[in-house]
């Protein structure tokens, strides 16, 4: 069984506003917002690296106001 991470608020990060790593985690009914303010590579939630950390729930999440730190780089909203 993994964690669950629900109904926060989460703004102002330099960088990824969530880190998950591992299996069976539910991350939902968050809002997440002004995160990757110093990075050109990073989402509002990030997700592993790898085919073996299965199982997470993503849903729900209202995520707005992605900063794009490179002129010419486009941060995903969720990085999977």
């Known amino acids: 069984c993994g964690n669950v991470f629900e109904y926060n608020n989460i703004s102002s990060?330099?960088?990824t506003?969530?880190?998950s790593m591992?299996?069976?985690h539910i991350i939902r009914y968050n809002e997440i917002y002004d995160v990757g303010q110093e990075t050109d590579d990073c989402g509002a939630i990030y997700q592993g690296?790898?085919?073996l950390q299965?199982?997470?729930e993503i849903a729900?999440?209202?995520l707005h106001n992605l900063h794009h730190y490179?002129?010419?780089h486009m941060h995903?909203?969720?990085y999977l």
């Open 49 to 51: 690296r790898s085919a």
């Open 17 to 19: 506003g969530v880190t």
């Open 54 to 56: 299965r199982g997470v």
């Open 76 to 78: 995903p909203f969720v």
């Open 70 to 72: 490179a002129i010419f």
């Open 60 to 62: 729900y999440n209202y």
């Open 22 to 24: 591992g299996n069976d």
């Open 13 to 15: 990060c330099p960088t």
